[in-house]
Nanobody, 126 residues
Framework: QVQLIESGGGLVQAGGSLRLSCAAS????????MGWFRQAPGKEREFVAA????????YYAESVKGRFTISGEDAKNTVLLQMNSLKPEDTAVYYC???????????????????WGQGTQVTVSS
């Protein structure tokens, strides 16, 4: 069974940085894209960033553009999320996700991802 395992969450002050990592383990995992979503208490899960291996397409939510950077390696089934200039509103559980289907459009919605990690907590204090 394929598992996506996140790491790198924690507590940081506003303006600080964190780097999240996600790696696939288990049986052979192949994806067309990998991404990050987050869910704050009392809110719905929302898209953060994604990278499509074909053509290296990268997508960001407007709220994180210019502050977060996604990168990864298709061959290693790993994806990273470098988060800079963190704000208290970035506080959430962050989930790694993998998409096993090809889409011509953006990988920017949860419905396009089938594999999910268990999440890692990111807390930004003011």
């Amino acid at each position: 069974q394929v598992q996506l395992i996140e790491s790198g969450g924690g507590l940081v002050q506003a303006g600080g940085s964190l780097r999240l990592s996600c790696a696939a383990s288990g049986r052979t995992f192949s994806s067309y894209a990998m991404g990050w979503f987050r869910q704050a208490p009392g809110k719905e899960r929302e898209f953060v960033a994604a990278i499509a291996w074909s053509g290296g397409r990268i997508y960001y939510a407007e709220s994180v553009k210019g502050r977060f950077t996604i990168s990864g390696e298709d061959a290693k089934n790993t994806v990273l999320l470098q988060m800079n200039s963190l704000k208290p509103e970035d506080t959430a559980v962050y989930y790694c996700a993998g998409a096993r289907r090809y889409y011509f459009g953006a990988y920017d919605s949860a419905g396009k991802f089938e594999s999910w990690g268990q999440g890692t907590q990111v807390t930004v204090s003011s």
